[in-house]
Structure formats: C-alpha cells, structure tokens
Nanobody, 115 residues
Framework: QVQLVESGGGLVQPGGSLRLSCAASASISSFWTVGWYRQAPGKQREVVASVMSGGRKTYSDSVKGRFTIYRDNARDTVYHQMDSLKPEDTAVYYC?????????WGQGTQVTVSS
C-alpha cells in the first residue's frame, strides 16, 4: 500500500502564497499521474492540478496562472506552489497518485485564505 503524506497547509491572507508538499512511500515515477484535488465545505472534490509521468501539466481554469505543480522524482515528492491566493481557494487539499488499477490518496491538508 502506497502512502501519501501532505504538508504545508495553513492560514494565509488573500494575495499570499503557500507551498504544499506530498511525500510518497513509493517511487512517484511509477505513477501515470500525480496531482492535487481540493474539497470545499458543501462542494464536491475537484481536480486542481496534475502532472503526468512525461511531464505534461494540466490546471483547472480557476487556478491557471496562479498555481504550479511540479514533481521531484529523486525525492518522490510532488509540490504545489500556490500564489495570489483567494478566499475561494479555501478547502482541504488532497494529493493523488494514479496508475492502472490503483488510485492512492493522502489524508488532506487544510488551506484557509482569510483576512
């Protein structure tokens, strides 16, 4: 069983930045995609950003230009740099790693954007 451990969440003011980390207990290069999802209170979980094993990245329209995902295969860690944060970015952020027939999730880390 692969474990994903997120860190880096917290409280930040609007316009601020946070960097989330997701450390995997297995080689992340074995996954087809690794990514970040979020779930706000009363809403469904949504994909925010993902990066494929070949390096291709995708972002949701709501975060494009503000968030950056990148993977460090040597450290088996995926990072999520979040800049220009807005109150609507407030949510629990989850790390995900996917390969055929297997889908792994972290426990989530809370991000709160508020003045």
């Amino acid at each position: 069983q692969v474990q994903l451990v997120e860190s880096g969440g917290g409280l930040v003011q609007p316009g601020g930045s946070l960097r989330l980390s997701c450390a995997a207990s297995a080689s992340i290069s074995s996954f087809w995609t690794v990514g970040w999802y979020r779930q706000a209170p009363g809403k469904q979980r949504e994909v925010v950003a993902s990066v494929m094993s070949g390096g291709r990245k995708t972002y949701s329209d709501s975060v494009k230009g503000r968030f950056t995902i990148y993977r460090d295969n040597a450290r088996d860690t995926v990072y999520h740099q979040m800049d220009s944060l807005k109150p609507e970015d407030t949510a629990v952020y989850y790390c995900n790693a996917f390969r055929p027939t297997e889908d792994f999730w972290g426990q989530g880390t809370q991000v709160t954007v508020s003045s």
